[in-house]
């Protein structure tokens, strides 16, 4: 506990001197270590010789705790999925803090344990980081800015590499994640019925690629959902993705709340599930392969690529029918993560 004189962040927390760095030892780096910190201004990590994945992200959601989560995990595992993407193994992370004065220290310090227990459960090192305070007003209690590294494992594993005939692989149910904040925001929740989904998903790809499964493309489908990423993947291939309906998992709590709240699923967010492009011969081991992982239980086949229309994505409804899944227009949720 880094109480001091005071139960709550204070400007002087971020002030470079003794009480900052009383801050970072006893809230931090007791959270999650130094591992190895010499207390430099960066960083240096021993790294295989080969290609780097590298990704940075900001994560401002509201409620910063949540059904099933907070904005600790959420950090370590957007960013970690992230990379995943890219075929790549995280090695480290960096992790910063905008904290707004008055935020109550016993929810910083929960943030942060939160921060090394997502850490370890991905294998994943946090190195670095650093830490702001502002006064009050200036923010919404804390935002957390991150940054990654990977070791790429599969070169060449990208949306822009999607082929006519391939499968998409979707590893869970829609919608989880930002049903749950918008129903937590809007103090909408009954018992909790709903949980986001934020999860790390480093077994899952790692599996696959270890396996040899031919993996061409992931997303994993965030703000603006499950649409919003297969038509990046499309309008990057040139290609046509078309999915079944039917066939995409939607939990009933999640799916009862966004046809109450007048949301397609479809657009919401989602922080611990995969969208997985992978060649025909090789979809049905990989949809194996994901079931006997941990947060593949519900992994489904919900569709495969087409080489027309190009840079379309289409969906055979519960109907019969055709439409088009057009890239969702604006924040439909804003700060869902």
Known sequence: MVHGDSDRV?????????????????????????????GDDSAVLDVALGQIA????????DPIFFPGGDIGRLAVCGTVN????????????????????????????????????????ANVRIVTGDTKVVPRGSAD????????????????????????GDKVILTGSAGDHGTAVMLARENLLDNESVLSDVAPLTDIVLALLEAG??????RDPTRGGIAASLNEIARQSGVCIEIDEMAVPVKPAVAAACEALG???????NEGKMLIV??????????????????????????EVRAAPRSRV????????????????????????
């Open 10 to 38: 204070l400007l002087s927390h971020g002030a470079g001197g003794r009480v900052m760095t009383d801050l970072i030892e006893k809230v931090f780096l007791a959270s999650y270590g130094a591992h190895g910190s010499t």
């Open 54 to 61: 590298f990704t940075t992200d900001s994560f401002v959601v």
């Open 82 to 121: 992230d990379l995943l993407t890219a075929a790549s193994k995280p090695a480290a992370l960096s992790v910063s803090f905008i904290i707004e004065e008055g935020l109550e220290m016993r929810a910083l310090e929960a943030v942060a344990a939160s921060i090394q227990d997502a850490a370890s459960e």
């Open 141 to 164: 209690k804390v935002f957390i800015t991150t940054a990654g590294v990977g070791i790429v494992l599969r070169p060449g594993v990208s949306g822009s590499a999607a082929k006519p």
């Open 213 to 218: 499964c031919r993996v061409h493309a992931m």
């Open 263 to 269: 949301l397609d699923v479809l657009q919401v967010a």
């Open 278 to 303: 992978v060649s025909p011969d090789d979809a049905d081991r990989s949809l194996e392969i994901v079931h006997g992982r941990r947060y593949g239980e519900d992994a489904r086949i919900i569709g």
């Open 314 to 337: 289409q969906m055979r409804t519960a109907f019969g029918t055709s439409r088009i899944l057009d890239m969702p227009a604006g924040e439909l949720l804003p700060r869902i993560c």
